[in-house]
């Protein structure tokens, strides 16, 4: 069922155009084809031999007959078999659509070895054979959501001489820290791939089998070679590239890292982020939610493949979707270049407003309250919370009472809020947790909320983050850090030397990393912290999972605060 879910959902990106109105100077392309001429399995030949098999669709006039002359070409690599694919659009504005059962899978030959080396340069030479067919201008486009934007991103690290856009959304670039875990936890997003994946391929004794193996038992749940390997250097690219995803995608935190690090111009390179899960449809877009994601994916080929001049560049490069107050923003950069970050602290005087295992108290400034908030030892944990939507790709929709009132989760958790603020609050950018911590556990995992407090006692979840106490140690030369010092996006060494084992009882320092946020917090509103000790919606059962239960307790000692690290402009 929940396969079946996400394959409808690969509609979002080709959802029909809206009525042309300009936003921001931006216009939506309009249709110059009324038809479209498919050739199915076309055989293309890689250099190894193996032979790919792809549909191509082009442009045709009324009667169905192919129109003539050159156009240029979008690819889009599949592995789910390209005859699950949804319909595309592509062909009526003016595109041929190449679309190819990725190697291993559906009709293609070879073996699939899942973003592997071979399917990269596979990529590159499908671009190059885009770009010599007789129907093509030589000028080609990549584009994919999830794994197909994953294949997009490593064609476009091949740097392809005729590749000139690219357009790619939810789709993670670090395997192991963006797919297969999050803080050193095997995900449920893992899993739901995997079975995904039967439709287009038999995992039997393959990578994708031995992945789900050792991720079970414990024995490949490390930053491994194999993973590296299948991750991506955006730093890399040549190609303008736009990157999209949505506040609750369960790849979330891949895209704006992706955008941070490509080494290209503003413009060359945009970012947006919607209020969508990773299967939302359609993904609408822009005031009045007038737009679908895919009028921009038009306008950006239109541009970079055409050279019309149709306002796309200028839109962002940043623009995103404020939650909490619900309109777009766009923005210069982001983290936007005037965030200031502040800290929080945790303190046991009680907030009179959650009923929770402790009501404790954020404060600006830490206070003189030693002493031990603990009791945290419920193992269903995160059940009914935003993870079980985000990291079930939306197969469960956001409109569930879960995604709306994080309070039946606080009863068995501990709680830090704020007064009510004297003035709105915007929350933009990266959030992290400094906490002492200890636990009866051998391996304790940690799950830190934030969620939006409203004037009824609502607690509307707005993000989170997670991770295993032995996973702690950082690479401080990838992790970014806040003016005064504070990592507020630790980036986790997560190799087996880098591990720092607890002992049960004795506390340690975590630098816990909540996912990034644009939210306004209303005046009269309270900001919340929960802390829980298992997160069931997000993480996946394994032969570990029980040596990260125990009874979890936040130790608050003077000199050595607990706090929050917030992103906030004005």
């Not at 050159?70 to 679309?99: C, D, H, M, W």
């Not at 560049?313 to 270049?337: A, E, H, I, K």
């Not at 929709?397 to 995604?403: F, G, I, L, V, Y």
Request: charged share 25%; aromatic share 8%.
């Amino acid at each position: 069922m929940a396969a079946a879910t996400l394959l409808l959902g690969a509609l979002a990106a080709h959802a029909t155009a809206a009525p042309k109105r300009t936003w921001a100077g931006f216009e939506p392309p309009s249709p110059s084809y009324p038809g479209e001429s498919v050739t199915r399995d076309v055989l293309i030949t890689m250099d190894d031999g193996v032979v790919l098999s792809a549909d191509v669709t082009a442009p045709a006039l009324a009667d169905g007959s192919p129109a003539p002359g050159r156009f240029p070409v979008i690819i889009e690599q599949t592995p789910y078999s390209k005859a699950l694919a949804p319909a595309t659009r592509y062909a009526n504005f003016g595109y041929v659509y190449v679309l190819v059962d990725v190697r291993g899978t559906g009709t293609s030959d070879g073996a699939f070895g899942v973003l592997d080396e071979r399917e990269r340069r596979d990529g590159r030479e499908l671009v190059a054979w885009a770009a010599r067919q007789p129907w093509s201008t030589g000028r080609v486009g990549v584009t994919g959501f999830s794994y197909m934007g994953a294949s997009a991103n490593r064609t476009v690290e091949k740097r392809p001489k005729a590749l000139k856009a690219a357009f790619v959304g939810g789709s993670p670039t670090d395997i192991y820290r963006e797919f297969m875990t999050e803080g050193g936890v095997w995900s449920r997003g893992a899993v739901l791939w995997n079975s995904l994946a039967n439709f287009g391929s038999d995992p039997a004794g393959t990578f994708r089998e031995q992945a789900m193996e050792g991720m079970e038992s414990g024995a490949l749940n490390w930053d491994l070679p194999r993973w590296r390997e299948r991750s991506v250097d955006v730093s890399r690219y040549r190609t303008p590239t736009m990157v999209y995803t949505g506040w609750e995608d369960l790849f979330f935190s891949a895209s704006p890292r992706q955008y941070r690090d490509m080494e290209l111009k503003p413009g060359r390179k945009q970012l947006v982020i919607g209020p969508w899960t990773h299967y939302s449809s359609p993904k609408s877009i822009g005031p009045e939610n007038r737009y679908v994601i895919g009028d921009l994916e038009l306008a950006w080929f239109d541009h970079w493949l055409k050279g019309e001049r149709n306002g796309v560049t200028d839109l962002g490069p940043v623009t995103l979707f404020d939650q909490g107050v619900d309109r777009w923003r766009r923005y210069s950069d982001w983290p936007v270049p005037r965030t200031r970050y502040r800290r929080l602290y945790l303190s046991g005087r009680a907030s009179g407003s959650a009923v929770s295992l402790n009501d404790g108290s954020l404060t600006k400034r830490p206070k003189r309250n030693r002493g031990n908030d603990g009791g945290l030892e419920d193992p269903d944990a995160g059940a009914c919370s935003r993870s079980l939507i985000q990291y079930s790709a939306g197969s469960i929709p956001a409109s569930n009472p879960c995604n709306l009132d994080q309070r039946p989760e606080e009863d068995t958790a501990l709680t830090y809020t704020t007064p009510p603020l004297p003035a709105d609050l915007h929350l933009n950018g990266p959030i992290s947790l400094t906490l002492q911590g200890k636990s009866t556990a051998a391996d304790p995992l940690w799950v830190a909320r934030i969620s939006d407090v409203e004037a009824d006692g609502n607690s509307v979840p707005i993000t989170q983050g997670s991770l295993l106490a032995s996973r702690r140690a950082l690479d401080r030369k990838r992790s970014v850090f806040a003016p005064n010092g504070d990592p507020v996006e630790p980036f986790y060494a997560m190799t087996k030397p880098a591990a720092r084992p607890t002992k049960p009882g004795r506390p340690v320092k975590l630098r816990i990393g909540i996912q990034a946020t644009d939210w306004v917090i209303e005046k009269g509103h309270r900001l919340r912290l929960t802390i829980q000790g298992a997160d069931v919606g997000h993480f996946q059962p394994s032969a570990s999972s029980g040596e990260q239960l125990g009874t979890h307790t936040v130790v608050r000692r003077r000199g050595e605060p607990s706090y929050l690290t917030l992103g906030t402009t004005k």
